[in-house]
T-cell receptor
Framework: AQSVAQPEDQVNVAEGNPLTVKCTYS??????LFWYVQYPNRGLQFLLK??????LVKGSYGFEAEFNKSQTSFHLKKPSALVSDSALYFC????????????FGIGTKLQVIP | GAGVSQSPSNKVTEKGKDVELRCDPI?????LYWYRQSLGQGLEFLIY????????KSGLPSDRFSAERTGGSVSTLTIQRTQQEDSAVYLC??????????????FGEGSWLTVV
């Protein structure tokens, strides 16, 4: 069975500093990997995905993530955090190919301190 | 439609009553998911529909919960004899394996259920 681990319940970072939100995955084959963000009282919004190709994926709002196959990781990063980045972040995985179920992690709360 | 649509957006119901939550996925999306999210918490998977395949019901927390998807489009999540612990946001999402999007899931804004 596939799974996603987000080892940190909460990440605190000062505004202007780089941020990292960690994600590792387990899947029996090649993965598709996703990051979503949820602002208070809203649904989840798609940030970025890795399907194939370049291991460094760039997404919305200046976020990026690096696919590392050997470490089965897909950490979310941003060079300079904004207070408005404070939200709940979810990592997700599916097997590559069509008609595959997507599995989410439990989420990590990011708090950017002014 | 342009996005995943859920109704009602808010529902307050009395303990013991039945509720129905509706999800209208993005047109053409073959996959549909229901999740539950308690206040400030992570996503709890409930059920997954994919085309004409048998749904994955492994996340339904009890037999009071059921879901159906008619005609491969609209889905209804039904909670019978609601309990206070059912209070949560119920999120629907849909996806399509076509178009090179790699099963990217798109979420609705959720149905906020409060059981009093």
């Amino acid at each position: 069975a596939q799974s996603v681990a987000q080892p940190e319940d909460q990440v605190n970072v000062a505004e202007g500093n780089p941020l990292t939100v960690k994600c590792t995955y387990s899947v029996s084959g090649n993965p598709y990997l996703f990051w979503y963000v949820q602002y208070p009282n809203r649904g989840l919004q798609f940030l970025l995905k890795y399907i194939t190709g370049d291991n460094l994926v760039k997404g919305s709002y200046g976020f990026e993530a690096e696919f590392n196959k050997s470490q089965t990781s897909f950490h979310l990063k941003k060079p300079s955090a904004l207070v408005s980045d404070s939200a709940l972040y979810f990592c997700a995985v599916s097997l590559s190919g069509g008609y595959q179920k997507v599995t989410f992690g439990i989420g990590t709360k990011l708090q950017v301190i002014p | 439609g342009a996005g995943v649509s859920q109704s009602p957006s808010n529902k307050v119901t009395e303990k013991g009553k039945d509720v129905e939550l509706r999800c209208d996925p993005i047109s053409g999306h073959t996959a549909l998911y229901w999740y539950r999210q308690s206040l400030g918490q992570g996503l709890e998977f409930l059920i997954y529909f994919q085309g004409n395949s048998a749904p994955d019901k492994s996340g339904l927390p009890s037999d009071r919960f059921s879901a159906e998807r008619t005609g491969g489009s609209v889905s209804t999540l039904t909670i019978q004899r609601t309990q206070q612990e059912d209070s949560a946001v119920y999120l629907c999402a849909s996806s399509s394996p076509t178009g090179g999007v790699g099963n990217t899931i798109y979420f609705g804004e959720g149905s906020w259920l409060t059981v009093v």
